[in-house]
């Protein structure tokens, strides 16, 4: 004995019990409210296959509590509802079906525009499984790869005999959902799920995975299992699905009222549970399993009244089964809150039976999702009852709940069907029926039964059309999918340790760990404009490129002209892919007649690796391309100082003809031979110092040392972010939408047209054809917030109509106002130069730069 | 089992450790207009397709194969 709390009540539960059947017994009957309509929902299937029963766990919501144990201490509370579940005035939607019809969202709120906005908080408030708890951290789920000769899903009698047989001929691995399989088959002692599963467990070359649960069989045969602390991955030769069958879903008026039970979740309550699921009880049984359940019913003490059975099973029928029905069937169940009455039908007459329990041995329907996530080809077998066929059945023609997750109606099936939906899969699409977290457990036989007794066309095929399986195939947790991110090792430069020294606030930018900013962002910037200044510049990718073709290679994938490019020289590239699109930028520097130096951004540096590849590969250019990324550390010098910085520490000339701009020298800096390579990302004189790596840190204490008299100190990215928007400088990404060419970023001037070709000259041939639909703008802002970097992200507005987007704004600090870079969208031919941002500023489109226009300052 | 990519420098190794470079395609041709079809208009076949794999999880060359659209076979 135990107890968890719930809804702030203290529940007792006993060894073996479900979070459910401990509810159960404690007299809890409504376990949950409908998404839509917000009707009660009791206990129903007692294996996890629908939604009825979730609830949130320990602030986990969507929990099937029929799937788990009960532990000391636990929380459990009903989501849905308000005020709560027990009394729930939302429950007024389901008098309201005639403005949410099936497709509601396609049809009303549409006008007026301004409606749907109220409507949708509304709507949002009112539907949902529960809450994500905005505070709570995740648990980290570590990832674990396992390559097998054969994977068995589900650990029942079916699953565990393909085991045995499996591992006569290699390894396998059985897993299984635990819980719900296993409570089915009661007062069967000695249980032969248990003999079998020791059994198999002492076979070599088996593996038993328990609760773990199979998200999808996905291309390859691969397998996710999720489980309590892990994700995984496992990869087969060979799957064998033997995840048995669910109990087919009743379809009547009434069939949702709580108090209507599966015969296994019935049975599961009398038997092992010990719990009297009701006093009086109807039973409907169809199936040689339903006649064990009733038996079990019988045993508990529950009278049972009325049962109505198919023809074949009459003589199976134990004493104490009330009133035989013989060949009958459910007309409709009754009741308020709960189930009062049901009405049995037989040859068209009805009767009426006194009950609170409606059991339902209706006939098995295969859980075959996960086999039918199969391509064709694959090596994918179905056992036990999950290899059951799916019969078509005439549906009962009366209304009923035909999705409990999402509140679908035959009565609504019927009005898609009207309205054109006339398939299985667009029934499915247009109603969400099968798409909520039972993925069709329960609704998807009666969908197909629906739409093969509709469709009559040409002969009714004999098998009823299934609608597409797909992963997952359980709800799955924001955990498991992000289950491994914590192993993502962040790339630190050579100098990062210099940088935790110093205080800096490090964070993530583009696979690195990188300091935003060493104390106050604006003193960096005041250092970088007025005197000199160290940033850490190490995460560029750098590529030295060489080899008779290379000259070849760097010519056919910029846009630029490279070819006037003579030794000692450097210039700024764009990359453009295929469409012609801006990819990412960079700087090439000539080192010889056969060797080229690459910089490009810090986290486009994989893709420019694999691009520089491809083509040298495709041309059979002979070119070699070696990454230094890793290798090579570099130290961005800026500042009108940073030449007497460097005079102070070179051996070599750094005038401006020895380090042109644009241009760099190899050369030693307090003796570490470096690459410097005059920039102006920034706008003030600069140069980027290339060197070994491990000798960054002895390099950057030189520099620091050698500057102290000028107050050097290091900048980070937050003061790069508004030094560069000063200079109009885009970061690609940020800036940039993922279709932008050179002249939508006003860049024409990165593009040579008549050279013979570089990737994405033809795309760029037939747009410049076209009209300029979008271009990226310098901005001025005034009238804006307070703190201009809040505008970043809002829309750019004429006569009330979004026609661009803010992609950075900041005060600049030099000029004294708010600037920023946007994009917008041509208004009736012609761009606009004054617009209204979202919050109500007014933007002016300026030219940049915005600082120092003429450049002089940078070329120094 | 997964798919395994034939390396010229590695041998066949799991797709997964690959990255997918599209269809084969020409980058050369007499005239700009068949240029552009060969860029911009790819087959796509249902079939056996040439497509470009790259090795970016180990050696980082790239390979050209010939795989069975339909099939994932590699000839």
Known sequence: ?860 | MALSIPCDLCGHRPFTEFAFGGEWRELDASDTEEEFAREYLPDNPEGPQRERWFHAMGCRTWTTVTRDTRTNEIG
Request: proline share 6%.
């Open chain 1, 1 to 860: 004995m135990g107890s968890f709390e719930f809804e702030g009540r203290s529940v007792t539960f006993r060894p073996g019990d479900t979070v459910a059947s401990a509810l159960y017994r404690h007299g809890v009957r409504t376990f949950s409210r409908s998404l839509k309509y917000h009707r009660r929902r009791g206990l129903y299937c007692g294996t996890g296959d629908c939604p009825n029963c979730s609830m949130t766990v320990d602030g986990q919501p969507a929990v099937r509590t029929c799937t788990v144990r009960c532990a000391e201490g636990m929380r459990v509370e009903r989501a849905g509802g308000w005020p709560n579940a027990e009394r729930d005035l939302l429950h007024v939607t389901d008098r309201l079906h005639r403005v949410m019809p099936v497709g509601f969202y396609y049809k009303t709120f549409v006008r007026p525009r301004f409606a749907w906005a109220v409507a949708e908080r509304v709507i949002r408030r009112a539907a949902g499984l529960g809450a994500l708890p905005p505070t709570a951290s995740a648990a980290r789920k570590v990832v674990r790869h396992v390559h097998v000769d054969t994977l068995v899903i589900g650990a029942g009698l079916a699953g565990l005999e393909a085991t045995r047989e499996a591992a006569a001929s290699g390894s396998v691995l059985v897993c299984d959902e635990g819980l719900a399989a296993r409570s089915v088959a009661p007062g069967s002692a000695p249980d032969p799920i248990e003999e079998l599963r020791t059994a198999v467990a002492s076979l070599e070359h088996v593996t038993l995975l328990d609760e773990a649960t199979a998200l999808g069989v996905y291309e390859w045969l691969h397998v996710p299992l999720a489980r309590a602390g892990e994700l995984v991955h496992v990869y087969p030769s060979r799957v064998v699905v033997a995840t048995g069958a669910t109990e087919e879903h009743g379809v009547f008026p009434g069939n949702d009222l709580p108090g209507v039970m599966l015969g296994r979740a019935a049975a599961a309550l009398a038997g092992p549970h010990g719990v009297r699921p009701g006093d009086r009880a109807v039973v409907v049984v169809r199936t040689e399993e339903g006649v064990q359940h009733l038996q079990t019913l019988i045993d508990a003490g529950v009278e049972v009244v009325a049962t109505a059975v198919s023809p074949a099973l009459v003589q199976r029928v134990p004493e104490g089964a009330g009133e035989i029905v013989a060949g009958g069937d459910v007309h409709e169940a009754r009741g308020g809150s709960s189930l009062r009455s049901v009405v049995l039908r037989r040859e068209g007459l009805g009767k009426r039976f006194e009950c609170d329990l409606l059991v339902l041995s209706l006939g098995l329907v295969p859980r075959d999702g996960l086999a039918r996530m199969a391509l064709p080809g694959e090596d994918v077998t179905v056992v036990g009852d999950a290899a059951l066929g799916v019969g078509i059945a005439e549906p009962g023609g009366l209304d009923g709940m035909v999705c409990m997750c999402e509140d679908v109606s035959m009565h609504d099936l019927e009005q898609a069907w009207d309205e054109g939906f006339r398939n299985a899969e667009i029934l499915k699409r247009y109603t969400t029926t099968t798409m909520g977290p039972c993925q069709g457990a329960m609704c998807g036989r009666a969908l197909s039964c629906f739409a093969a007794s509709r469709d009559a066309t040409p002969a009714p095929s004999p098998v009823a059309p299934r609608t597409t399986a797909r992963p997952p195939a359980r709800p799955v947790t924001l955990e498991t999918l992000a289950a491994g991110v914590h192993e993502i090792v962040d790339r630190r430069t050579s100098l990062n340790e210099l940088h935790v020294a110093a205080g800096a606030r490090l964070d993530r930018s583009g696979g690195w760990l990188r300091p935003f900013s060493y104390g106050d962002w604006r003193e960096e910037y005041r250092a970088v404009r007025e005197r000199v200044s160290l940033m850490d510049v190490g995460t560029l990718g750098k590529f030295a490129i060489a080899g008779p073709g290379a000259g070849d290679l760097v010519d056919r994938l910029f846009p630029c002209r490279i070819d006037d490019l003579e030794p000692g020289r450097t210039r700024y590239v764009l990359t453009l892919d295929d469409a012609g699109y801006a990819m990412d930028d960079g700087l090439l520097s000539r080192v010889g007649a056969e060797e080229w130096f690459l910089t490009t951004t810090s986290g486009g540096a994989g893709r420019a690796d694999a691009r520089l590849r491809n083509l040298a590969d495709r041309l059979g250019l002979d070119a070699h391309v070696l990454d230094r990324t890793a290798q090579w550390g570099a130290i961005n010098v800026a500042g009108p100082l940073a030449r007497d910085l460097l005079e102070r520490l070179a051996d070599d000339s750094i005038d401006a003809a020895s380090v042109p701009y644009p241009g760099f020298a190899d050369l030693s800096v307090a003796g570490v031979p470096c690459r410097a390579i005059r920039t102006g990302f920034v706008g003030e004189l600069a140069f980027e110092l290339h060197h070994p790596r491990r000798r960054g840190p002895e390099l950057w204490a030189a520099l620091a040392d050698a500057g102290r008299d000028w107050d050097l100190m290091p900048h980070g990215l937050d003061a790069l972010e508004l030094l560069r928007l000063e200079k109009g400088h885009v970061y690609i990404g940020q800036d940039t939408m993922p279709d932008d060419t050179p002249a939508k970023l006003g860049m024409p001037w990165a593009v040579d047209m008549s050279k013979r070709w570089f990737v994405g000259k033809r795309a760029l041939e037939r747009m410049g054809e076209l009209p300029m639909a979008r271009r990226h703008v310098g901005l001025e802002f005034s009238g804006g917030p307070r703190a201009t970097a809040d505008l970043r992200g809002e829309p750019l507005l004429v006569e009330g109509q979004v026609v661009g987007r803010i992609t950075s704004a900041e005060r600049s600090i030099v000029l004294d106002r708010p600037i920023g870079l946007g994009w917008i969208r041509a208004v009736d031919g012609g761009f606009p130069d004054r617009l209204r941002t979202g919050s109500g500023a007014t933007a002016s489109v300026v030219t940049t730069p915005f600082y120092d226009p003429d450049g002089g300052r940078m070329r120094g």
